[in-house]
């Protein structure tokens, strides 16, 4: 069975269930996705598929990707994904994997990027507390002392400080499926998913379902 596909988070907005309460939910448009490649354990050792997503043109690619695309013959995509399959798999390169793998009320895994906040400091990244505001504290959103004095006369590593903060590979464990419309290639998950608008998810089945 397939496990994944690739779509685009379009947003968020909220639906009502049948006792009409509100549920928040995330829309991303997962798919069509194109199996590029087939992977097995004769030719490569494991049992997997690459898909593609988001259809490019050809002349906006390499040379070396042209002919990798080639072999499935459904033209470039700009986004690529392996993941593992089941050895008996029927899953070849050309065929098309599409949202209707997912049912209402199935369990998934959510993968994306967060979006980027450049250089921030401790208070921003860290949620330090900061000092007073008054006074002449001079000290506002400082980070404050980062030594370790005399031993071992060394900033510690993974020391909390100001840096590049977001633009991290982030996955939200089981999520609720709340609806499926495969004539629109949308798929509706319960609650908020990593990413801004119109950035690249990867919805799997759920690893480790929760209770």
């Known amino acids: 069975m397939t496990t994944g596909i690739l779509g685009k988070k379009l947003g968020m907005t ?54 990798h695309f080639r072999k499935a ?13 089941a050895s008996g798999s029927p899953l070849d390169a050309g065929q098309e994997i599409q949202v209707d793998i997912f049912k209402e009320g199935d369990v998934v895994d959510v993968t994306g990027h967060t979006k980027g906040r450049g250089f921030a400091g401790v ?41 590049h903060y977001g633009n991290e590979k982030v996955t939200i464990l089981n999520l609720q499926v709340v609806g499926v419309r495969p004539e629109q290639n949308l798929l509706l998950v319960r609650g908020a998913v990593p990413g801004a608008r119109n950035s690249l998810v990867f919805v799997r089945h759920a690893v480790k379902k929760g209770n």
């Open 123 to 163: 208070i921003k990244r860290w949620n330090f507390k900061g000092g007073r505001a008054t006074h002449g504290s001079m000290f506002h959103r400082a980070p404050g002392s980062i030594g370790a004095s005399a031993y071992p006369s060394r900033v510690i590593k993974n020391m909390k400080m100001a840096g």
């Open 14 to 67: 909220q639906v009502f269930d049948a006792e009409g309460k509100v549920i928040p939910v995330t829309v991303i448009e997962a798919g069509p996705c194109t199996v590029v490649q087939r992977k097995t354990v004769q030719s490569d050792g494991y049992d997997a598929v690459q898909i593609g997503f988001v259809p490019k043109k050809a002349h906006r690619v390499g040379k070396p990707m042209i002919g």
């Open 73 to 85: 013959g459904k033209g470039a995509f700009g986004a690529l994904k392996e993941m593992r399959i």
